[in-house]
């Protein structure tokens, strides 16, 4: 099996990669009150001393009140916490790799299974995390504009702080999200709509406001899922038309790359061929794509979640499509996150050294 398709350079702006392999942002909620400590920059250096190509950040939130629903999930926002990932950065860069922080509102939420909650409610499009489970509030015109401008104000401080990329993540039921599906955005003033590029409205503007903030040279990721947790069948766009007209804008808006989440990478996203979701994203905006979902391993990350483990498996498939055109780059999560030394690994041949997931990996930072 050759994988040397996958060591060769990408370079893009403010990206210049050594190889195609992505770190998948992975939220791992050790960061007390927000803060990143010396063990998450420890972390994350590791993974770069491990030959990853491109590091995407577990998601850190951005400044409103209740963009988090879990007091450890690392802040993008105030001296304590930039501080922390000025730390991550300096380290990362120190052992050759490159980084983005993945900038996220989650949105309406389920409580935390801790019992902690925000200062102030959930806030979100219609107040609904999914159909008929209201959990929050509905935001008000002043809200969205000022969510949008902490969205560009994270952007910049990345940018400050010295980081490569960003990545704003607009998948998974969280916030953008959200206003992306007509069943949770029932709004009928210009956020709203009936059609799926009328929902866009918000996403343009979070993206055109970190445009304004970090300017045309900086690398900008989007990430992007057609499925939701609570529905893993569930389809934004039905056909390749309907993800044209859903994505296209948001290109043209300023997105460079955008990271195309699904849970195997192998399922076609359509009737029509084997491309999935990353190849149709690709084919249908031009647009570099990421491709990611359990790539490297069987079964699933929510199936992590839910204590189930698994094996590694190999890479002929991933290679034959990326060998095709269908993507750029190719995001990796449970393997990295039990193996800082995955990607050495693959490259030098000893496939007999990687390691297999469990859910003990979920929870500890691994460093060796």
Same mark, same amino acid.
């Given at each position: 099996? =050759?994988?040397?398709?996958?060591?060769?350079?990408?370079?893009?702006?403010?990206?210049?990669?050594?190889?195609?392999?992505?770190?998948?942002?992975?939220?791992?909620?050790?960061?007390?009150?927000?803060?990143?400590?010396?063990?998450?920059?420890?972390?994350?250096?590791?993974?770069?001393?491990?030959?990853?190509?491109?590091?995407?950040?577990?998601?850190?939130?951005?400044?409103?009140?209740?963009?988090?629903?879990?007091? $450890?999930?690392?802040?993008?926002?105030?001296?304590?916490?930039?501080?922390? %990932?000025?730390?991550?950065?300096?380290?990362?860069?120190?052992?050759?790799?490159?980084?983005?922080?993945?900038?996220?509102?989650?949105?309406?939420?389920?409580?935390?299974?801790?019992? %902690?909650?925000?200062?102030?409610?959930?806030?979100?499009?219609?107040?609904?995390?999914?159909?008929?489970?209201?959990?929050?509030?509905?935001?008000?015109?002043?809200?969205?504009?000022?969510?949008?401008?902490?969205?560009?104000?994270?952007?910049?401080?990345?940018? +400050?702080?010295?980081?490569?990329?960003?990545?704003?993540?607009?998948?998974?039921?969280?916030?953008?999200?959200?206003?992306?599906?007509?069943?949770?955005?029932?709004?009928?003033?210009?956020?709203?709509?009936?059609?799926?590029?009328?929902? $866009?409205?918000?996403?343009?503007?979070?993206?055109?406001?970190?445009?304004?903030?970090?300017? $045309?040279?900086?690398?900008?990721?989007? +990430?992007?899922?057609?499925?939701?947790?609570?529905?893993?069948?569930?389809?934004?766009?039905?056909?390749?038309?309907?993800?044209?007209? %859903?994505?296209?804008?948001?290109?043209?808006?300023?997105?460079?790359?955008?990271?195309?989440?699904?849970? +195997?990478? %192998?399922?076609?996203?359509?009737?029509? =061929?084997?491309? $999935?979701?990353?190849?149709?994203?690709?084919?249908?905006?031009?647009?570099?794509?990421?491709?990611?979902? =359990?790539?490297?391993?069987?079964?699933?990350?929510?199936?992590?979640?839910?204590?189930?483990?698994?094996?590694?498996?190999?890479?002929?498939?991933?290679?034959?499509?990326?060998?095709?055109?269908?993507?750029?780059?190719?995001?990796?999560?449970?393997?990295?996150?039990?193996?800082?030394?995955?990607?050495?690994?693959?490259?030098?041949?000893?496939?007999?050294?990687?390691?297999?997931?469990?859910?003990?990996?979920?929870?500890?930072?691994?460093?060796?």
């Amino acid at each position: 099996m =050759s994988t040397n398709n996958l060591f060769s350079p990408f370079n893009l702006k403010t990206l210049n990669l050594k190889n195609r392999i992505v770190m998948a942002p992975m939220t791992r909620s050790f960061s007390p009150n927000g803060v990143p400590t010396d063990e998450v920059a420890a972390y994350y250096q590791k993974r770069a001393e491990g030959e990853v190509g491109l590091i995407l950040s577990e998601g850190t939130v951005i400044d409103r009140p209740s963009s988090s629903n879990d007091a $450890n999930v690392p802040h993008f926002y105030g001296d304590l916490a930039l501080n922390g %990932w000025k730390k991550v950065i300096e380290e990362v860069h120190a052992a050759g790799g490159q980084m983005g922080p993945q900038i996220w509102h989650m949105g309406i939420m389920d409580n935390h299974h801790s019992g %902690w909650v925000p200062p102030v409610p959930f806030e979100g499009p219609s107040g609904l995390n999914r159909p008929d489970f209201r959990n929050g509030v509905t935001m008000t015109e002043k809200d969205i504009e000022d969510t949008i401008l902490a969205f560009g104000k994270a952007a910049a401080d990345a940018k +400050r702080l010295g980081f490569d990329t960003i990545e704003i993540h607009g998948a998974h039921g969280y916030l953008i999200d959200q206003f992306f599906r007509a069943e949770t955005n029932l709004r009928e003033d210009i956020y709203g709509g009936k059609t799926l590029p009328e929902r $866009n409205r918000f996403a343009i503007e979070v993206i055109k406001e970190i445009r304004k903030q970090v300017g $045309n040279d900086f690398a900008v990721i989007m +990430r992007f899922s057609q499925f939701k947790p609570s529905d893993y069948n569930y389809k934004l766009a039905k056909n390749p038309k309907e993800l044209e007209a %859903w994505l296209t804008p948001l290109v043209d808006a300023g997105v460079d790359i955008i990271h195309a989440s699904q849970r +195997r990478f %192998w399922e076609p996203e359509f009737e029509e =061929s084997d491309l $999935n979701f990353a190849g149709w994203a690709k084919k249908v905006t031009g647009a570099p794509t990421i491709t990611v979902g =359990s790539v490297g391993l069987s079964g699933d990350f929510f199936g992590a979640f839910a204590g189930e483990s698994s094996e590694p498996t190999s890479l002929e498939e991933l290679n034959r499509r990326f060998d095709r055109g269908d993507f750029d780059l190719v995001a990796v999560g449970r393997p990295l996150l039990s193996d800082p030394n995955w990607v050495a690994k693959i490259k030098a041949g000893k496939t007999d050294e990687l390691k297999g997931f469990s859910k003990e990996a979920l929870g500890a930072l691994v460093l060796e």
